[in-house]
């Protein structure tokens, strides 16, 4: 079974610096898919950001990016220029690649860090 | 907006009782799952459709239960209600996830039980 730790339950940043959220994975899997989700008071999960395993490439998608170290099981979260709107709770979720339709998308989900961004 | 939709939004049954929760994938996905989001923590799989079939579950009692219909979309059923049963219960939708679709998460519906 696959799990995801994030070590931090809250943080904080000023507007317009740079945070960095952590996530550490355990697997035996060598195929899959990491995520960072963010969840608003308003809960709808959406994705922020996704890489691929078997990608050496670290993701990035405007001010976020990742730091991807397959060997260490680490899949940290670099937001950078922070904004009022990027308070929020992330998460870290896991997918395993599968061949078969079972558990297709079943994700495992990190108990999230709270980050408030501070004017 | 993902175009995931989920009813009621919120409601607040007794224990004991029975609820069943809705989704409406988006247009083109043929996958829902559901995942139970208790407060403070990380949503947890419930289990997922397939083209209308229960294609994988987590740790959940049978009183979870679900259906896909042919359009795709997906009820989550909770029988006995327990004080437990709290959360936040999200439904996702995606074309088949096994090489890791992009999966569209709903609002979620909350249920309160007293």
């Known amino acids: 079974a696959q799990t995801v730790t994030q070590s931090q339950p809250e943080m904080s940043v000023q507007e317009a610096e740079t945070v960095t959220l952590s996530c550490t994975y355990d697997t035996s899997e060598n195929n899959y898919y990491l995520f960072w989700y963010k969840q608003p008071p308003s809960r709808q999960m959406i994705l922020v950001i996704r890489?691929?395993?078997?990608?050496?490439q670290n993701a990035t998608e405007n001010r976020f990016s990742v730091n991807f170290q397959k060997a260490a099981k680490s899949f940290s979260l670099k937001i950078s220029d922070s904004q009022l709107g990027d308070t929020a709770m992330y998460f870290c979720?896991?997918?395993?690649?599968?061949?078969?339709?079972?558990?297709?998308?079943?994700?495992?989900f990190g108990d999230g860090t709270t980050l408030t961004v501070k004017p | 907006e993902t175009g995931v939709t989920q009813s009621p939004t919120h409601l607040i049954k007794t224990r004991g009782q029975q609820v069943t929760l809705r989704c409406s994938s988006q247009?083109?996905?043929?996958?829902v799952s559901w995942y139970q989001q208790a407060l403070g923590q990380g949503p947890q799989f419930i289990f997922q459709y397939y083209r209308e079939e229960e294609n994988g579950r987590g740790n959940f009692p049978p009183r979870f239960s679900g259906l896909q219909f042919p359009n795709y979309s997906s009820e989550l059923n909770v029988n006995a209600l327990e004080l437990d049963d709290s959360a936040l219960y999200l439904c996702a939708s995606s074309r088949w996830a096994g090489s890791g679709n992009t999966i569209y998460f709903g609002e979620g519906s909350w249920l309160t039980v007293v």
């Open positions: 979720a896991f997918m395993k690649h599968v061949r078969s339709t079972t558990n297709a998308g079943k994700s495992t």
């Open positions: 247009s083109g996905h043929n996958t």
């Open positions: 890489q691929e395993a078997y990608k050496q």
